[in-house]
């Protein structure tokens, strides 16, 4: 199998029978940002496509081991999008999957970035962006998810750090490297033993299956933009489960960007299925809460008084 690396030279790439005859690789990037897995832009004299391939631990942080598996999940899920006309413009089309190397091989959609720009003081995310995240989440949320991969090794992963880590009294993380005054800020939900009993019973739901096909990552790093409009990427973590975390992830991205009410009001206008409102509220509160206090931070730009505000939202959608 061929392992890649950012580094590797352009002869290890032309070995794979995906390219036609006299096409020429002249180029090979990172395709931007990356932690789990390696992305690269390959650049030939016919096309720019991109390659990714997943390896036994986080490309990053070789340390920390993580399911090869994950990219075959990424292939499954895509292979299903590409097959629906609903959703199919939303996602880049596959290209070719090597299952033994680990590489799938997607089409560009090109450079614009992703929507981490969200948490930016000024951004406001436009209504035809908002329009998409949920015709998209009302589309996907139908789609027969029959035979989907449990992705549990993932689960476990996001788990900890969803449910668990944040919450712990003592986990190593210190919070005033990101704010000073944020870890003092963050003992009360630590020691909240009422909600933290609610946390943990969610987490049992989020690790148990569901009915509905979810991307499991939802949130503005997997969206991209692609000639102006809002694409979805990255379904590593996609399993069956609870609607309500696709969308309870989203909501708690709007209040964490600044962007709630059109997200809200985009949420009421476009998505049509039935869905539990205490379910949502609880998956909504859990991941304010787990990316102001947890390990996974965002480029928010709150001082501690606005932190402590949405810390307070996450509680209460939490408690009910
Ligand atoms: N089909 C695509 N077209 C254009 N750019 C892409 C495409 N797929 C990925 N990218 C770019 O590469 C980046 C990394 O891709 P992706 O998020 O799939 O990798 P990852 O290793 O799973 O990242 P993460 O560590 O965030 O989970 C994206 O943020 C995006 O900028
Ligand atoms: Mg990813």
């Known amino acids: 199998m061929t392992e890649l690396s950012i580094n590797s030279p352009i002869s290890d790439l032309e070995v794979l029978d995906f390219w036609n005859k006299g096409e020429k690789i002249l180029n090979v990037l ?164 009422q909600l933290k009993s609610k946390i943990t019973e969610l987490g049992k739901r989020y690790l148990s299956t569901g009915k509905t096909l979810l991307h499991g990552d939802f949130y503005p790093g997997s969206w991209i933009e692609s000639q102006g409009e809002l694409k979805v990427i990255d379904p590593e973590f996609g399993f069956m489960g609870d609607a309500e975390f696709d969308l309870g992830v989203v909501l708690a991205h709007g209040d964490l960007s600044g962007n709630s009410e059109i997200i809200q009001q985009a949420f009421q206008d476009h998505y049509t299925l039935p869905y539990s409102q205490a379910l949502l509220d609880q998956y909504h509160g859990v991941e304010i809460l787990r990316r102001l206090i947890g390990i996974a931070q965002l480029p928010v730009n709150f001082d501690l008084e606005a932190k402590k505000k949405l810390l307070e939202k996450g509680r209460k959608l939490i408690l009910g």
Do not use: C
């Open 30 to 193: 990172p395709a931007g940002d990356s932690n789990m897995n390696l992305v690269l832009r390959v650049q030939t004299n016919e096309k720019s496509v991109i390659l990714k391939q997943s390896k036994p631990y986080v490309r990053k942080f070789p340390q920390i081991p993580a399911p090869i598996e994950r990219i075959d999940v990424e292939y499954q899920y895509l292979s299903r999008i590409n097959q629906k006309e609903s959703l199919r413009p939303y996602s880049p089309e596959v290209l070719a999957y090597y299952p033994d190397q680990h590489i799938l091989i997607t089409a560009d959609l090109g450079t614009e970035g992703d929507f981490s720009k969200m948490y930016q003081a000024d951004f406001s995310l436009s209504q035809n962006h908002a329009k998409s995240i949920f015709q998209y989440l009302n589309f996907l949320h139908q789609v027969d998810g029959l035979g989907f991969p449990e992705n549990l090794e993932m689960k476990k992963l996001n788990h900890e750090h969803i449910f668990n880590f944040p919450f712990l009294e003592e986990n190593g993380f210190d919070l005033d490297s990101v704010q000073p005054g944020l870890q003092d800020l963050s003992m009360a939900w630590k020691r909240d033993t």
